[in-house]
């Protein structure tokens, strides 16, 4: 009874529901438009919607998350540029399609299958979830010092070409979150001298700078790139079509979902897998694969949208994000004073069934926004970036600043953003560096508490650690 | 067989600076607590300032293992004219922005960005940017209630007198 009346929060109240349909709405932009990512605009959020309750600031982060995830399809489709990593695949079948004049036959199917990959996710969130967090109730110290570390490597390993430099980034990362005083003794740690450092890094900053500055400074590279303009006809699919498609999306979103459970992947890898899974077990399509083949849309677009729901799995269970939005709507519960984790489950549920719910519905009104308005949204896509970086960059700076009404805030955002543009243009990965601000006191402080309840003997902790629950934990992740 | 990835300009003095850089950090906290003890707070600065020292290393490595491609230039490729304006801009921004204030500074920031990037006339971007400027100024400092530096606008005055409309 009690999960069916917190399920329902976002529904019954108006408020959340048209907090998540215009995130929903605004996601799809956000995804489509090739400069604009779900990561960049979930952290933007953060800073303008720290001082709301949790509950509306939720509702609006998750309607872009799944709305964005779904948006970046449609320029994948239409203009061949992926709008999110997460439709990369997509845009091999999807642009041949649109060439032949089938854009709208494929955005209308990739809408229905993204919405059906979206459900097996969120069904799996709100199975599986509660029974992992019953099993991670038992963590000791060393074993979120031991999640926490296999979140970092995780994503360095997953994120970019080199390992090494992914290792150097979460290093760097948990380096940042360690500036300060030690909570526990007072001590400054990377202070210099410098009183502002005393009170640490805001994590808001970092996350705009690399981002979202880093970001809109990459894309003025390719500034004048022309738009190409596409006509668009016969959206809504046949039933007979999606039924054809069915057993492929349900193997897909299956994919999608394990793919996005697993700490450091997200939709880009799952969607990248389902093509390949797809390409494997489609022994005759209609439209060889690369030239137009409805399978190549249907198993990228089920897999990355399951994988949402998948992501949000080791998220609220273990405190560990399953990709790189999920790591910052970890820092935006931290804000909000809630701490992701098994113990989440017991002390706030109503927090994880809104979830779910929030999810349920941003993915309802994914599928109505996405069948509908496309004459609006070829407009707004053609918006010139000349105008939309800059403001990229206002609400930046707007962003930083709100936070502690600090403009040292808005110069580590700057110094963060074209450290990040250095480090994307010499491949580095970004997204390991906000993971290791976000778990550095996690496993600082579990290190601490680990250590010194072995009597600072590091062998007696190495040996407890082979005969944890986190051990369990992460054979079960290999 | 992949095409051995090429150096590109200024990768190689990238990451020398992001290795000295480890160096000094690596420096900095052993200047916490030494070797104290495992549990000593920096402990953890420590171990993790020790592998950004040795990822430095090995990248540094790598890096010098690389040729240098030849088909790029820093000027072209890696830090264009457009890219530094953009980051003195936002500096400027940020220096301008309690003195002057949110709307004039932000009016003005769009102003020079949108002329420089699109090179349309004056009266587009002056369109553009007080347009955009009052739109988020309405979206974020009425309706989420983001307080913003002031500086010469008496906004708090506006704000006011627009909520006491309602």
């Given at each position: 009874m009690d999960i069916l009346s917190n399920l329902l929060i976002p529904i019954v109240n108006l408020d959340l529901l048209m907090l998540i349909a215009v995130g929903t709405f605004a996601g799809i932009y956000v995804g489509a438009i090739p400069g604009l990512s779900v990561t960049m605009a979930v952290s933007i959020l953060i800073s303008f919607t720290f001082s709301w309750e949790v509950y509306p600031a939720l509702a609006l982060m998750i309607?872009?998350?799944?709305?964005?995830?779904?948006?970046?399809?449609?320029?994948?489709?239409?203009?061949?540029?992926?709008?999110?990593?997460?439709?990369?695949?997509?845009?091999?079948?999807?642009?041949?399609?649109?060439?032949?004049?089938?854009?709208?036959?494929?955005?209308?199917?990739?809408?229905?299958?993204?919405?059906?990959?979206?459900?097996?996710?969120?069904?799996?969130?709100?199975?599986?979830?509660?029974?992992?967090?019953?099993?991670?109730?038992?963590?000791?110290?060393?074993?979120?010092?031991?999640?926490?570390?296999?979140?970092?490597?995780?994503?360095?390993?997953?994120?970019g070409d080199s390992l090494v430099k992914g290792i150097f980034a979460g290093a760097l990362g948990i380096g940042v979150g360690a500036v300060g005083m030690d909570?526990?003794?007072?001590?400054?740690?990377?202070?210099?001298?410098?009183?502002?450092?005393?009170?640490?890094?805001?994590?808001?900053?970092?996350?705009?700078?690399?981002?979202?500055?880093?970001?809109?400074?990459?894309?003025?590279?390719?500034?004048?790139?022309?738009?190409?303009?596409?006509?668009?006809?016969?959206?809504?699919?046949?039933?007979?079509?999606?039924?054809?498609?069915?057993?492929?999306?349900?193997?897909?979103?299956?994919?999608?979902?394990?793919?996005?459970?697993?700490?450091?992947?997200?939709?880009?890898?799952?969607?990248?897998?389902?093509?390949?899974?797809?390409?494997?077990?489609?022994?005759?399509?209609?439209?060889?694969?690369?030239?137009?083949?409805?399978?190549?849309?249907?198993?990228?677009?089920?897999?990355?949208?399951?994988?949402?729901?998948?992501?949000?799995?080791?998220?609220?269970?273990?405190?560990?994000?399953?990709?790189?939005?999920?790591?910052?709507?970890?820092?935006?519960?931290f804000i909000h004073g809630l701490n992701p984790g098994p113990m989440l489950m017991i002390e706030q549920p109503d927090m994880f069934w809104f979830i779910v719910s929030s999810l349920a519905l941003a993915n309802v009104f994914m599928l109505i926004f996405g069948l509908t308005g496309i004459r609006l949204f070829v407009r707004i896509v053609e918006l010139p970036r000349t105008v939309l970086l800059p403001v990229i960059m206002v609400l930046s700076i707007v962003g930083a600043y709100a936070v502690n009404n600090s403009l040292t805030d808005v110069y580590w955002m700057l110094g963060f953003g074209v450290l990040g543009y250095f480090m994307r243009l010499y491949g580095y990965p970004l997204a390991p560096i906000i993971l290791g601000v976000i778990l550095s006191r996690l496993l600082d402080d579990n290190w601490r508490r680990a250590i010194i309840s072995e009597r600072e003997d590091f062998g007696a902790m190495m040996m407890g650690i082979f005969t944890s629950r986190c051990r369990c934990a992460c054979s079960w992740r290999w | 067989m992949e095409p051995t990835p090429k150096r590109r300009p200024g990768e190689l003095v990238f990451n020398i600076a992001i290795m000295l850089a480890s160096f000094g950090l690596l420096y900095s906290a052993y200047g916490i607590s030494g070797f104290e003890a495992l549990s000593a707070p920096g402990a953890v600065p420590m171990a993790t300032t020790a592998i950004m020292v040795v990822c430095a290393v090995v990248i540094l490595r790598q890096t010098l293992r690389k040729g240098a491609d030849t088909s790029q230039t820093m000027a072209a490729d890696i830090l264009p004219l457009i890219v530094i304006v953009t980051i003195a801009m936002i500096a400027a921004y940020a220096v301008l922005l309690r003195p002057l204030g949110f709307l004039p500074t932000s009016v003005l920031f769009l102003l020079v960005m949108v002329r420089f990037l699109s090179r349309r006339g004056w009266g587009f971007c002056l369109a553009v940017s007080v347009g955009t400027v009052f739109v988020i100024w309405i979206i974020f400092r009425l309706i989420f209630a983001v307080l913003m530096p002031q500086g010469i606008i008496p906004e708090g005055r506006i704000v006011s007198a627009i909520t006491s409309l309602f």
């Open positions: 309607g872009i998350y799944m709305g964005g995830v779904y948006g970046g399809s449609r320029t994948a489709i239409l203009l061949n540029i992926p709008g999110a990593p997460s439709a990369i695949a997509t845009a091999l079948d999807g642009f041949p399609m649109a060439q032949h004049g089938r854009a709208g036959e494929a955005i209308g199917i990739v809408t229905v299958v993204s919405f059906i990959g979206g459900f097996i996710g969120i069904f799996a969130l709100g199975a599986f979830a509660p029974l992992l967090s019953d099993f991670a109730i038992g963590f000791q110290p060393r074993d979120f010092m031991l999640l926490a570390i296999m979140g970092i490597l995780l994503v360095g390993s997953l994120s909570p526990l003794t007072i001590q400054d740690r990377f202070v210099f001298g410098i009183s502002e450092l005393r009170g640490g890094i805001s994590f808001v900053a970092v996350m705009i700078g690399l981002f979202g500055v880093s970001e809109a400074l990459i894309q003025l590279h390719s500034i004048h790139t022309p738009a190409v303009r596409q006509k668009i006809t016969g959206i809504i699919p046949s039933w007979s079509k999606v039924r054809k498609h069915l057993p492929l999306g349900l193997q897909t979103s299956t994919i999608g979902t394990i793919v996005g459970a697993l700490p450091g992947t997200g939709g880009d890898i799952a969607a990248l897998m389902a093509y390949d899974h797809a390409k494997r077990v489609t022994r005759n399509p209609e439209t060889p694969f690369g030239k137009g083949a409805i399978e190549g849309l249907v198993a990228p677009e089920t897999a990355n949208n399951a994988a949402v729901g998948g992501a949000f799995i080791p998220m609220l269970t273990l405190g560990i994000p399953g990709d790189a939005v999920t790591a910052i709507m970890i820092g935006a519960l | -």
